[in-house]
Structures are given as C-alpha cells and as structure tokens.
C-alpha cells in the first residue's frame, strides 16, 4: 500500500501563493489548492480554518517576498535608484502580486501613512552616499515624495513590456530625483 502523503501547511501555503501569483487573489479557492497539490480539500481545512486564514497567509507571504524582491541587491552607489527600479522591476515581473499589493492597497500604504516612507526605500536613503549631509527630516521628506513619484510613475507603465519603458522610468526617476534632492539641499542650508 503506498504511503499516505502529509500536506503540510506551508507546501498548501507555497501552491496558495503560486496561484495567486499567477492568478490573483480572486483565483484562490480550497478547490483550486486541492486540485493543483492532487488532493481532496480536507489538507487544506485542517491546516487553515478558513479560506480567509489562508489569504492573510499568502497576502503576509506576498507582502514578504515584495520587500525581499525590491530591496535585495540595491546598488551601494545609487540605493535610491536602483530600489526604484526594482519596484518597477517587479511591477512588471509579478504583475498579479503588484497589483493586489500595490493597486489593491494590500500593502499597506496609504494616504494616512503615504508620509512614512517604505522602510527600505528609507533604508536605501540613509545608505546613499549622494545624499551625505541631508537631515533625517530631509530624508523622510525626499522618500515620501519620491515614493509618491515613484509609485505613480510605475503605475502608469506596470503593464508596458518594451524595453523603452524601462529607459523611460530611469530617465524620470533620475530627473526627479536630481529636482528633489536639489530642493532639499536649499531647504537644508
């Protein structure tokens, strides 16, 4: 008689995540998760009470591997930059996680708190050596508007695969950048 397979809850996390990945939030059901590990529903009831339970799992899973895959690798002499670009990296690699984070709102940022800077992008400032000198009211002030940017820029082009786009939104988060970090250095002196 074969063994009998155990359904752990991160392996029904891990296919949870994948088919919201591919699919979106709307496409996750028990059924689905079933089908695609090739069991019946009741691995899934047993680890997660509700479909609700599993969703915050996969929405706190998404939310990870977003600021894993925005942050990682930033550049040491333009960490501004580069996570700017990784964020449009990422809209454009991971467009159903982009939207349901970002568009959604899942993440967590908004117009009460769009003025508390993603702590990585916060991070990527402090470490930026153009940015030497600037206070730390400085800082916070140029990543939520450059967040703002940022966000609203990549937004516009998430669904655009040329290659131009990516020039495009490197062109404007250069130019910005420079325009707000000027004015922040005469707020500054």
Request: hydrophobic fraction near 40%; include cysteine; proline fraction near 4%.
């Amino acid at each position: 008689m074969p063994s009998k397979v155990i359904f752990t809850p991160e392996t029904i996390l891990d296919q949870a995540f994948e088919i919201v990945r591919r699919d979106g939030l709307g496409a996750l059901s028990a059924r689905r998760v079933a089908n695609e590990l090739g069991c019946s529903t009741q691995p899934i009831y047993k680890s997660y009470a509700s479909m609700p339970d599993l969703q915050t799992a996969v929405i706190e899973k998404a939310k990870a591997y977003a600021l894993t895959f925005i942050s990682r690798e930033l550049e040491s002499t333009s960490p501004f930059l580069s996570f700017g670009l990784r964020y449009f990296q990422f809209a454009q690699e991971e467009q159903s996680l982009f939207k349901l984070l970002f568009l959604d709102g899942l993440i967590g940022i908004s117009l009460e708190n769009v003025g508390q800077p993603f702590a990585p992008l916060l991070d990527g400032l402090k470490s930026d050596p153009n940015l030497q000198g600037l206070s730390e009211e400085s800082l916070k002030r140029l990543g939520t508007n450059m967040w703002i940017y940022l966000h609203g820029l990549t937004t516009l082009a998430y669904k655009d695969h040329t290659e131009q786009a990516g020039s495009f939104i490197q062109e404007k988060l250069l130019e910005m950048g420079n325009v707000l970090i000027e004015g922040e250095r005469k707020l500054n002196s």
